[in-house]
């Protein structure tokens, strides 16, 4: 028959497996809130946008209006023709999501409608550029407000209706403008070219024969010195040359 396990050894057995115990969990918790840990915010600031027409729709049988803002801060979408447009519309699902129009969605905001009812009420943000070429061109703004309320639905989870909306002719925004933060435009980045290391200087040209003048005294017919005067680049060189009889 075995002896029994004196109680003082079962003791610390648990004690030590209970110290292992609680430091693999505090080594899990701060794996796991390191791994929680947010990425940084990307930079952005707040703009007041300008009011540009209100949408009233539907959800759930509730009122809902979309108010289209606009702002220049908000960057324009690529250009798109209107054969393009009808090309895209046509297409299947994957060819409409490359294309992608730059927008802010506002959160929801109650509000009360003409009759003194509740409703809710989204603030969508774009180009004002981008926001003229939607009053201009009907078919635009309808697959734009398509594209807009699909991503109010997705972001709020809300499930608004994409048929039976229309466009507001006396009102330009439901309640009052708030600011919103808009994702700052990236600065260009300044990058300093490295100057092109100079060129040698060309050597220089070989210098050419250089001026002289011989004078023959005392006369030319009979000399009997003859003197070369050369000049020199900072100096005249003078050789006296004696003739013997």
Not at 49 to 61: F, I, S, Y
Not at 91 to 118: N, V, Y
Request: hydrophobic share 35%; net charge negative.
């Amino acid at each position: 028959m075995a002896a029994p396990a004196d109680p003082s050894l079962l003791s610390a057995e648990l004690e030590a497996e209970e110290g292992d115990d609680e430091a693999l969990r505090r080594l899990l918790l701060q794996v796991t809130q390191d791994d929680e840990e947010p990425p940084p915010a990307a930079p952005s600031r707040a703009v007041t946008p300008q009011p540009g027409l209100c949408v009233k729709t539907r959800a759930g049988g509730a009122k809902v209006f979309v108010n289209i803002c606009h702002s220049k801060e908000v960057p324009p979408p690529p250009p798109l023709s209107p054969p393009g447009l009808r090309h895209l519309l046509h297409s299947p699902p994957t060819a409409a999501g490359a294309f992608r129009i730059p927008m802010s969605l506002g959160e929801p905001h109650a509000e009360l409608d003409r009759a003194g009812q509740g409703c809710t009420a989204y603030d969508v943000v774009v180009n004002s550029g981008f926001f003229r070429t939607l009053q201009a061109d009907p078919l635009y703004l309808e697959f734009f407000l398509t594209v807009a309320m699909e991503g109010l639905s997705e972001k709020y989870g809300v499930e608004l209706e994409l048929t039976g909306w229309r466009v507001l002719q006396n009102r330009k925004f439901m309640g009052s403008i708030s600011a919103q933060n808009i994702r700052a435009r990236p600065r260009p980045h300044i990058q300093e070219l490295e100057s092109s290391p100079q060129e040698p200087p060309l050597p220089p040209s070989p210098p050419g024969p250089p001026q002289y003048v011989v004078v023959a005294e005392p006369s030319s017919q009979h000399p009997r010195v003859l003197q070369a005067r050369v000049l020199l680049p900072h100096a005249v060189l003078t050789v006296t040359m004696p003739l013997q009889a």
